[in-house]
Every structure is written in C-alpha cells, then in structure tokens.
C-alpha cells in the first residue's frame, strides 16, 4: 500500500504540468482516483493524505465500500460505470455525481428517488464519441433531445458530459475525439447554461484529454496498480 502516495503525488504533478503547458489555470482539472476492484482500505490511505474525489464502477461493490468508509465522511463519490435500473436506487441515495447518465428511463428514475433532503445529483452525459458498438453511451445527435429531457426534472443538475475515449497511441485519433467532445460541451451549454464540465481522460490518455480540456480525469491503474479482477475494464 506504499506505493499509494507515491503514485497520487506523481499523477498530481502531471497534471499540473499539463494544465501549465495548456495555459490552464492551476487546479483546474479535479482528479478522480478511480478505485473499482481495490479494497476500502486503500481509499482510507488516499483520504488521509486529502484525496476526496473516488470513482466506481461497479454499484454493489461501492456500496460495501461506502459502509466500511463510515470514518472517511467527506468522501466524493463518483459512478463512473453502467447503472442497471435496479440499482439506480442506490444511486440516488448515495452517489454525488453519475458519469454515465445514457437514458431518459434511468434520468427519471433518479430524479424520482433523488431523497429531497439531499443536494442535487450533479449528473453527466455519456457520450460514445468513438461509435464503438460495445460501448455505453449515447451518439452525439441524440444529446439535445436528453439534454432537454434531464433539465426538465427536478433533483438532477446537469453539469456536462463525459466519454470513454478509444483505446489507441495514436494521438491525432484522441485529440479528434477530445475535440468532439468539447464542441458538444459548447452545444449543451446552449440547453444547460450551467455545464460546465467534461470527464475524460484516463491513465493512458490524460495529458491529451486536459490539452483538449477536460475538467475531470478519472484516474485508476496510475494510482492504484494493476487490477486483476476478471471483470475489471
Ligand atoms: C476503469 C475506468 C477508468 C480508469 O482507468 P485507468 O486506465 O485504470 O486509469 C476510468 N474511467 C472509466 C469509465 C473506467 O471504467
């Protein structure tokens, strides 16, 4: 578990390199430490050092890690992965940001069991930006329409969008659909002022992703190591 801090401090300091070398503002890219498959024990050693922002994918799993993380309350959690209608639910009631908002069917049911005493669920819109049949999310010409669909409901706040980019070292491929992506922040902003947000970036491609603007990676293998889960993406 020792290597944990190292690893944290490493990916601050590149992004903080690619934010300089963007001209971006410090600390304008927040860092998501993408924590599925790792036991709850490692979260407790990032949070200790002021990590707040933790990503999962996998909604019983966090959900355990959220019971064994009583002692850790400031927590920020993050769904990042696909969320089946029955386990929307908890969701709502435990989650303060989901990536992957893809349907108007799972928007209204959030919306619906979003506890009212709670702050707004800060939602994104999943965007397949690289059409691959096999990945979740929507295709760019569908976004208005859900778009509009997610402002209508109460307890939602639509913040922006996010993508999984295409798994590939070409980076003129990347910078393509990182650019995409940005254009479809600027459409969405003229149905959600308030949007102000584009996840997308991983270990592999971070650098690229916050040259084209990303203000939120989601970062796992560079902190935590190599998963070996069989079902790990
Ligand atoms: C697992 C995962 C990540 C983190 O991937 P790494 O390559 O380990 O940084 C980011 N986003 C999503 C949607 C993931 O499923």
Redesign the pocket.
């Known amino acids: 578990m020792s290597h944990l801090i190292p690893n944290l401090q490493a990916v601050q300091a590149q992004i903080a390199q690619a934010e300089a070398q963007a001209h971006r503002p410090a600390h304008s890219v927040q860092l998501i430490a993408?924590s599925?498959t790792f036991p709850a024990d490692n979260i407790r050693t990032l949070y200790q050092h002021g990590q707040r922002h933790f990503?999962e994918?996998y909604i019983q799993e966090w959900h355990d890690k959220t019971h064994q993380l009583a002692d850790c309350p400031h927590i920020i959690w993050h769904i990042?992965?696909n969320v089946q209608s029955n386990k929307s639910r908890l969701v709502a009631e435990h989650a303060h940001w989901l990536?992957?908002l893809d349907s108007e069917k799972l928007a209204r049911r959030l919306s619906n069991q979003r506890p009212t005493q709670l702050p707004d669920l800060q939602v994104l819109i999943e965007i397949n930006i690289s059409g691959d049949p096999a990945k979740h999310g929507i295709a760019p010409e569908e976004l208005p329409a859900l778009a509009q669909a997610i402002s209508a409901l109460p307890r939602l706040n639509l913040r922006g969008l996010?993508c999984?980019a295409s798994n590939t070292p070409n980076p003129a491929e990347l910078r393509q659909q990182f650019g995409q992506m940005r254009q479809l922040l600027a459409q969405l902003q003229t149905i959600a002022p308030q949007a102000d947000t584009l996840s997308m970036g991983?270990?592999?491609d971070m650098v690229l992703a916050i040259e084209c603007g990303a203000t939120m990676v989601?970062?796992?293998?560079?902190i935590?190591g190599k998963?070996d889960y069989p079902n790990?993406?």
């Open positions: 993408v599925k990503g994918n990042i992965g990536h992957t996010m999984v991983m270990s592999g989601r970062i796992g293998s560079a935590f998963r790990a993406a």
